[in-house]
Antibody, heavy 117, light 109 residues
Framework: QVQLVESGGGVVQPGGSLRLSCAASGFTFSTYGMHWVRQAPGKGLEWVAF????????SYADSVKGRLTVSRDNSKNTLYLQMNSLRAEDTAVYYC??????????WGQGTLVTVSS | AIQLTQSPSSLSASVGDRVTITCRAS??????LAWYQQKPGKAPKLLIYDASSLESGVPSRFSGSISGTDFTLTIDSLQPEDFATYYCQQFNSYPPLYTFGQGTKLEIK
């Protein structure tokens, strides 16, 4: 069965960096584009980034462009989100998600990132 | 960028009621819209994709429809487990920016 497991969250100071990982199993990871979605405490869902299956196309929400970078290692079945120049407003639970047809059919459990001094 | 406007932002209903939630796109997105259900502390769950296709395993009381740039999620005969927050997400813009609606919280009356 499809499984997505995020890791790497934690507390970081404003301006700091963090790298999130999403370990995928139960499907052929290298054939699927993948998404990152976040949710600030008590707020709605916000799409963050998408990466194509081969890693050669990426798109980002305007709110993170230039600071967050999505990447993947298909040999390790792992998706990444490199987060630099973090701000308080980046505090959120970060989910990785696998699309299927026209929706994200599988989600990880999420990892919490807290940006605070 | 395409905006999605969900209405209402909150809704009170009773078990057995029929409810509808609307998501309006600021531009045409064909049928590229999905609906999710989210319960507190949990990841979202896909209900509907391509505007009107029911995800495998989702009860048939959930349905989606499209009229131009207006998308509707309908829940027939509400069950206690349906009280949650619902989101729409678009999957058909270029450049691809997969924005969400702001959510609709469905509460028990």
């Amino acid at each position: 069965q499809v499984q997505l497991v995020e890791s790497g969250g934690g507390v970081v100071q404003p301006g700091g960096s963090l790298r999130l990982s999403c370990a995928a199993s139960g499907f052929t990871f290298s054939t699927y584009g993948m998404h990152w979605v976040r949710q600030a405490p008590g707020k709605g869902l916000e799409w963050v980034a998408f990466i194509r299956s081969d890693g050669n196309y990426k798109s980002y929400a305007d709110s993170v462009k230039g600071r967050l970078t999505v990447s993947r290692d298909n040999s390790k079945n792992t998706l990444y989100l490199q987060m630099n120049s973090l701000r308080a407003e980046d505090t959120a639970v970060y989910y990785c998600a696998k699309p299927h047809n026209g929706g994200n059919s599988h989600w990880g459990q999420g990892t919490l990132v807290t940006v605070s001094s | 960028a395409i905006q999605l406007t969900q209405s209402p932002s909150s809704l009170s209903a009773s078990v057995g009621d029929r409810v509808t939630i609307t998501c309006r796109a600021s531009q045409g997105i064909s049928s590229g819209l999905a609906w999710y259900q989210q319960k507190p502390g949990k990841a979202p769950k896909l209900l509907i994709y391509d505007a009107s296709s029911l995800e495998s395993g989702v009860p048939s009381r959930f349905s989606g429809s499209i009229s131009g740039t207006d998308f509707t999620l309908t829940i027939d005969s509400l069950q206690p487990e349906d009280f949650a927050t619902y989101y729409c997400q678009q999957f058909n813009s270029y450049p691809p920016l997969y924005t969400f609606g702001q959510g609709t919280k469905l509460e028990i009356k």
